[in-house]
Each structure stands twice: as C-alpha cells, then as structure tokens.
C-alpha cells in the first residue's frame, strides 16, 4: 500500500510527539453533517470497488445459509417450556416463540409464537432488534423485554403480557439506555439505569444506582437504594430467590476485572461479601462456590490463582473458611467458568485446550466429585443449563460440539448420565470433504509457546491463502469454531484458516491473560505476528498471501499488525476497532476498559499505551499491507469515530486505505442475516483481492 506518484504532502496528524493535535475530531460526530457526508463518499467508493458479481454470489449465498429453515433453533427452558427466537429469510428481525420439551424433540416442532418482532417494527416505523426477555418465575406470565434500535447496546424496555401476548398498557416501560431491569415480584423491579441525570451515570454510560421501582410510579422517582461510587463501572441487583426471607444482592463493579458483593433487602445492602474484589462467587441451595483470579490468603492457606473453592453459604457467612478445594490449576489446565444447576456445581476447564467438565455435588458429608461423561474430546465443546432461572434448574444439561468443518450437534445430559442424548444436528453450511483441521504452536518475541488450529486442505504448497484471525483480550477464550462465514466465503473457496490462541484471551487461564493485558499488551500482537511468521516457516503460505481479521479488541490488534508488522501480511481486515488509545476513555462505553488496557491520562499509562496507539504510530513512507476499516454507526460500545479517524489519517498519509460503516447493525457485522452476509462478503471480497486470490464462486 505505497503512496501514489506526485501525492500531496502528507498530514501526519495526530502523531506521538503531538498525541493530542488531531484534525479528524470532527469524525466522532456520529450523526453529523460533515461526517456522514465523509462516510457515504467512502461507503460509495468502497462498493464501487468490490460489491461486483462475485460479492453478490458470495452475499447472497451466505444469507441462504444463514437463512436455513433446518438450523438448530436454540433454547432456554422457563416454567416447562422452550423459549426461542427465531430469524430466517420470512421473519430477518425473529419470531420470539415457545414449544414443549418433547415437541422440540421432534423433527419439525410446533411453536406458540409469542412477538412476531418483525410485523412490530413494521408497524411502529422502527428498526427493532431484539436484545431479550426476562419473564417472572415461577409462573412466566410477564415478561420484560428489551429492544434495541439499529442493534446497540441501548435498549428501550416494555412489559409483555404471554398469556394476551400484548405489551401491557400502563406497564413497566422505560426509555433507551443501558438499563438493567430485574423483577423482584409482579408490582415490583429493581432497576439499574442511568436515566434520571448525572448521578445515576457511570463514566462508562452504564448504571451507578439501583432504584425500588413500583408499578405505576415515574422510574425517575424511584427511591435510590444502592449507590456505586463515583468512577465505578457499573451498579446492579438482582433477587436471590432461594433465600427466606427475602434476600437481595447488590453488586458494584469498581473495574472491568473487580467488585464488591452485598447482601441485603429493599432497604439497600447490609452485609458485604468477605472475598477479594476480583473473585467471584455464585451460591446455590445453601452452598457457596467462589473462584480466585489473584492467589488468596485466607484460613492459613493461600490459594493460587484460578481455583475453586466451596463452603457452606451460613457457614461462609457466620466466619467460617475451611473451604473444599474443587479445583487448582496448572500450567496450561485453566477454569473458564462455572455455573449451578439442581444442586450440581459444574465446572468448565480446558485442558490444553480441550474441554473437559468436572462435577461437584455438595451435601453435609462433602463435595462428591463426577465429570460430565461421554462428551467428544476434539474441537468446541460447551456445557450449560437448559433452565435460564437458577432457582428452577433440575440438572438437565445442554450440550454443543462442533469444529471448523463440522456443524454443530446439539445434545442434552444430567451430571448423573454415562452418555449424553442428540437432541439436534446441525445441517452443513459449506463443503468440506477432504479438509483437515490441525493444532500447531509458535514461538512469540519472548518465547512463549502460542498455539494456533489451521483448517483447509492438507499439505503445504508455500501458496495457500490463509485466513488468520484472533483476539487476545479480557480473557476472552476464542476457539476454532464452525463458521458459516468462513466455512463459504474462504475454506469452500479452497483457502486456509487459521485461529490464533494469543495471549490476553482466556485460553489458559489468568496467567494468560494478565501477559497480554496493560504493559503486556503489545505481546499479543508479538503473538499473532508470530503465527503469520510460523505459517511461513513451516512453508503453508508466504506472507503475501496472509490475509488477517479482527473485530473490537480483535481490531485494535489488526491495527497494530499494520503499524508494526506490516511485512507478514498481504491484506487487513479491521472491524469495529478500538484504535485511537489517546481518547478512547473518553468515547462511549471506553472507561469501563482501563483495567485491560491502562489510563491514557497517566503519563506512566501512557507511556506503554502510544505504543499501540496505531492511530498515532501511523506515518507515511512506510511499506503498508492493503486495509479495509469497517465499523457501523450504531455501534454504541466501541465508537465510530475510531474507525472512521484511523481511514481518513491513513489516507491523509497518502494511503489507499479503504472505510466501510453501514448505518445499523451494533458492535457486530449486522442485525439480520442479510446485513451480516453483506458485511462479511465485502470483508472476504476485498482481502481475497488484496492477496491476489480470486477463485471461482464456490460453497453448498
């Protein structure tokens, strides 16, 4: 991507001596004038340049597959019943619906369709995306949902009759915004949200207070019961329905990775959860399970990093730490989650990188140990309870296992089951007879070990265009998955992906993570740099042939391999990106992110931050691989403007840099179906030109 002959002087702006002179502000006017006039020209120009015939196969097969009346329609069971939105190419907004346990079982179930979301956004003239429901157990005849315009994270709040299936008039309803709604009992909520003025509002745009709401009062008058403190991230409450007398629980999050737990009642909190801030702890029939991010002193013992320790919740309670330890992790054996279900505690560890599902059943005489049994030991595998209420859970378990070219099987088990029951399968998006999938490891700048799974055909012919994607943040573990997407656009096409486990993910635990975050950030790109160069190495592809995506995180990484390795790459895809790490607490939801990635107001933060401020680092003369920015304007968690500021620098610096931003579609690719195959064909058209790959149109 070299600069053109006789091109104008090049603006450098913002650069790191001058972090803070930027010409392109104006860009983080989402609705302006100026602003949406630079993004239609660009959307134009972008389109014009790869929405040809190939694009519009690709798009239009791609929405077909997401649109398959035979896919696995997924389910949360409330009160008996089966609750499941539905899109498909009829209904693109979905039909929230319900059916019985054993109607689903069958091959075609019948559904009670409760909203058809769709004919309600038809006839209110509004782009209604659907952001859930939460009904009131144990009868489920309320239910509160949420709706959000164009897909982000804000959502409007109306309550909704099952049984008339109406919106009740009169009934609980609030405005857009960041709300978190609980029911406490039918006349009754606890409501965090940030309406109502300054401070009600976290830096973040999230809640600082939790209100007792009753029906029929303004949500605004509220009595304020639990307050967060002035920089927290957010404040919530929720009931805990096992408990008499009643009993509520009060949460603050400080940071991104800590909080405070309370116990109390309407009245506000009363007893504080004796744990570390950055432990979390989760109770259920009387007894309590917490899980350790930092080692933990307590009791005479310290416990490392990542265990799981359980107790009795009064004996918890009453000053009691004689823990049973359920779980300790080793080098590359990591927690990813637990959860309860009818009595069971079950654990979600990998195993260098394989799942497998520990059981704890607690009773007065200890906690006896089983294991999920007969689950597939290869690909992405997940564990979780059929009931979406806690307190209404009997141990049934849902069951996913899919890989990069197999579809999904959806399977059902109780802890107490030598083997589980198909419930679904999943039908083949793409072709993959003859492809491969393999696990491999490179060697990152300081020499860690980084995994990475490459599927497509087998055999290496120094050729091969590779797909290579990755994440590395917040401890989010990203495994090689089934992908529609990827599945048609690239793998059925004959390319090569690749899925990077870098660090700052989850993959093995907090010790992964806490390399990749703050200070340690740089080395997740170090380690995705280093995949690319394995890739070479091991003679699969050549670096021109290297075509990298991200999203989010994902895409401030994308953006660094830009800046910082521009050689091992032939094309970037980045998407909804976290860029400019100058403004970034300052832009929507980015406060709540400094725990991940440091304070741009410290000069010490800052130090390491400009760094990978790729917006900053960008200057002109350098040898740039080809990049598409793609962001969409009603992303309300990551701002537009970081997108929108890095393509028009690059392109002040005299770079070809390409911008695309439709107008809905949330921090994600798209509402519907047909907004995600444009956005994703576009993605995929672009890089396979840039890399010089074009093949015929291909996929089922």
């Known amino acids: 991507m070299s600069l053109p002959p006789n091109a104008p002087t090049p603006d450098p702006r913002p650069t790191l001596g001058a972090p803070d002179d930027d010409p392109h502000l104006w860009l983080e006017e989402i609705d302006g004038e100026r602003a949406l006039a630079w993004v239609e020209a660009q959307n134009a120009d972008t389109l014009a340049a790869y929405a040809d015939g190939r694009y519009a196969a690709d798009r239009d097969g791609l929405k077909a597959a997401l649109d398959r009346p035979d896919k696995i329609p997924g389910v949360t069971r409330r009160g008996g019943l089966l609750y499941n939105l539905w899109q498909d190419a009829g209904h693109p907004r979905g039909l929230w619906r319900r059916t019985t346990q054993d109607e689903y079982r ?46 982000g994270d804000a959502t409007l709040v109306r309550e909704f009759d099952l049984t008339t299936r109406r919106f009740v008039e009169g009934g609980f309803t609030l405005p857009e915004a960041k709300s978190i709604p609980v029911w406490l009992d039918p006349d009754t909520l606890l409501l965090a949200s940030p309406l109502g003025g300054p401070e009600h509002a976290t830096p973040s745009g999230y809640a600082r207070t939790v209100r007792l709401w009753r029906r029929g009062t303004d949500p605004l008058d509220a009595p304020v019961i639990f307050s967060a403190g002035p920089t927290s991230m957010v404040a919530y409450g929720y009931p805990d329905r096992e408990a008499s007398p009643e009993r509520l629980v009060f949460a603050e999050r400080t940071g991104f990775f800590d909080g405070t737990v309370s116990l109390g009642d309407r009245s506000g909190p009363k007893t504080r959860l004796d744990i570390p801030t950055d432990a979390d702890a989760h109770w259920h029939r009387g007894f309590l399970a917490i899980r350790t991010r930092t080692p933990w002193e307590v009791g005479g013992t310290t416990h490392p990093a990542d265990s799981v320790l359980g107790i009795g919740l009064d004996a918890f309670l009453a000053g009691d730490r004689g823990f049973q330890v359920l779980f300790t992790p080793g080098p590359r054996r990591a927690l990813q989650g637990f959860f309860w279900t009818g009595g069971h505690l079950v654990l979600s560890i990998l195993d260098d990188l394989k799942a497998v599902f520990p059981v704890f059943t607690p009773s007065a005489g200890g906690w006896a140990e089983s294991r999920v049994a007969g689950l597939p030991e290869l690909g992405v595998v997940s564990v979780w309870s059929m009931d979406g209420e806690e307190e209404e859970s009997n141990g049934d378990l849902m069951v996913a296992a899919n890989d990069p070219v197999t579809p999904s099987t959806l399977l059902t088990t109780r802890p107490d089951l030598a083997a589980p029951t198909l419930l679904k399968q999943a039908p083949a998006l793409f072709e993959a007879d003859g492809m491969v999938v393999t696990r491999h490891e490179a060697v990152s700048s300081d020499g860690e070990r980084i995994p990475y799974v490459q599927a497509g055909p087998p055999g290496e012919t120094g050729e091969a265009p590779v797909h290579l994607s990755g994440y590395g943040g917040f401890q989010v573990t990203n495994l090689a998955g089934y992908s529609a997407v990827l599945g048609r656009l690239w793998l059925a096409k004959g390319g090569t992906r690749v899925v990077a486990n870098i660090r700052g993910g989850g993959e093995f635990g907090t010790r992964w993570h806490e390399a990749g975050r703050r200070e340690g950030k740089a080395l997740t790109h170090d380690d995705f740099a280093a995949v690319a160069a394995d890739l070479v190495r091991r003679g699969v592809t050549r670096p021109h042939r290297i075509a990298a995506e991200g999203g989010s995180n994902g895409g401030l990484l994308i953006a660094n391999m830009l800046t910082r390795y521009p050689e091992r790459f032939g094309a970037l895809f980045c998407t909804v990106p976290l860029i400019d790490m100058r403004r970034y607490t300052k832009l929507l939801a980015g406060a709540s992110w400094i725990a991940e990635y440091g304070d741009p107001d410290d000069p010490a933060d800052w130090g390491f931050l400009q760094k990978i401020s790729a917006y900053h680092v960008a200057e002109a003369g350098k040898p740039y691989p080809p990049i598409l920015i793609a962001t969409t304007r009603r992303d309300d968690r990551v701002h537009p403007g970081h997108a929108r500021k890095m393509a028009a620098k690059l392109q002040a610096l005299g770079y070809p840099a390409r911008f695309y931003e439709p107008e809905a579609g949330g921090h994600s690719h798209g509402k519907t179906s047909a907004e995600t195959a444009a956005f994703a064909a576009l993605g995929a058209a672009f890089l396979r030109r840039a890399i010089g790959w074009e093949p015929e149109v291909a996929g089922t």
Do not use: F, K, N
């Open 106 to 151: 069958t091959p075609e179930p019948a559904w009670d369709v409760l909203l058809d979301l769709d004919a309600l956004a038809r006839d209110e003239g509004e782009d209604w995306v659907w952001s859930g429901a939460a009904s009131l157990p144990p009868g489920h005849a309320r239910a509160l949902i949420q709706l959000s315009r164009g897909g």
